[in-house]
């Protein structure tokens, strides 16, 4: 597991999780998320099922790539960080270190099956890949062990040794150094060629009563898409009506060329509370054991002397 030291030091590196993202190479990440995760004070990320799993598991993952090797490692946290002294802008944190050989391991867990190639191949996704090369780069090591669970039909276990390539890394160091002397240096922020993560924006702390002006040109570019939208919507409502009337009372429509059937099918019934604030007031304690209160934020048009 990663301290709070460590995480507070990312925010001045580039990290092997951030390189992917800033070369993109990442489906789950953008250039401007990692800008944004390193200019703005940022609130606590709200974790998932999947990555909550990926933590836990991580030590079972490690200790069976190192039976499987015959390593011996060390994985306490203070020894798991890596500063690269040649370019010190890059920084790793591993998931064990190997004490009876030069290397360390790096344990993944995922349901992404195709992603992944044979045990003993060097077919692993883009991003690992490079996210294994920045981690060379840092560590000094010539490889890095790499053991992954993929929940599909059970778990599947997979390890990989993925060898240093210099090439690769020499691009690495190019791409990063130039990319943060651009954008976070400047404190520009790097094209949005990309959507952004959804959580991106709501993690920001905000300045309480900072305002800035937008761009009249953004603003109407905005209002337009928005308008397109509208206008694509009705367009498909209208076309998806006369779709149904075609169909009329029979009990589906066959879709051209393909082997499917458009038809209206009952979906589960969805529970939802009547009165929330009634069961808090009556019976807290159940309330407070079974209804779980999540803070949000909802982008939107307000006027500014609103609440």
């Keep these: 597991m990663i301290t709070p030291e460590q995480l507070k030091l990312r925010k001045n590196h580039i990290g092997s999780s951030d390189i992917a993202a800033i070369m993109g190479l990442n489906p789950y990440a953008t250039a401007y998320d990692i800008w944004c995760n390193k ?7 709200i974790t998932s099922d999947a990555i909550d799993t990926g933590n836990a598991l991580e030590p079972a993952i ?4 190192a039976k499987r090797y015959g390593l011996e490692y060390d994985n306490t946290p203070e020894k798991l960080q890596f500063i690269c002294e040649k370019h010190p802008l890059f920084l790793t944190h591993i998931d064990a270190l190997v004490t009876n050989a030069p290397t360390a391991i790096e344990a993944k867990y995922t349901s992404l099956t195709d992603e992944w190639g044979d045990s003993g191949t060097d077919h692993i996704p883009e991003r690992v ?8 780069l840092c560590g000094g090591w010539d490889y890095i062990v790499v053991g992954v669970w993929i929940a599909y039909i059970g778990i599947d276990k ?20 130039s990319w943060w002397e651009k954008y976070i240096i ?14 991106t924006f709501n993690r920001i702390k905000r300045i309480e009563g900072e305002i800035v002006d937008i761009p009249r040109v953004l603003w109407t570019s ?15 409502n209208k076309v998806l009506a006369e779709v149904k009337a075609h169909i009329g009372n029979a009990e589906a429509g066959r ?22 604030e009634l069961l808090k007031t ?9 209804i779980k209160e999540e803070a949000g934020s909802r982008w939107g048009e307000y006027n500014e002397t609103n609440d």
């Design 39 to 45: 200019i703005y004070n940022q609130n606590e990320q």
């Design 62 to 65: 490690v200790a069976w790539t």
């Design 129 to 136: 890949y490079n996210q294994i090369q920045l981690q060379l």
């Design 158 to 177: 997979r390890y990989f040794i993925i060898s240093r390539n210099q090439e690769r890394i020499g691009k690495i160091v190019k791409i990063g150094e």
């Design 186 to 199: 400047t404190k520009t922020p790097p094209p949005i060629e990309a959507l952004p993560m959804p959580e």
């Design 222 to 236: 905005l209002k337009l898409a928005r308008l397109q939208t509208k206008q694509a919507k009705e367009i498909e």
């Design 255 to 276: 879709i051209p060329d393909s082997d499917k059937l458009y038809y209206p099918r009952k979906t589960k019934p969805s529970v939802k509370l009547k009165n929330p």
């Design 282 to 290: 009556i019976y807290p304690n159940i309330y407070a054991e079974f």
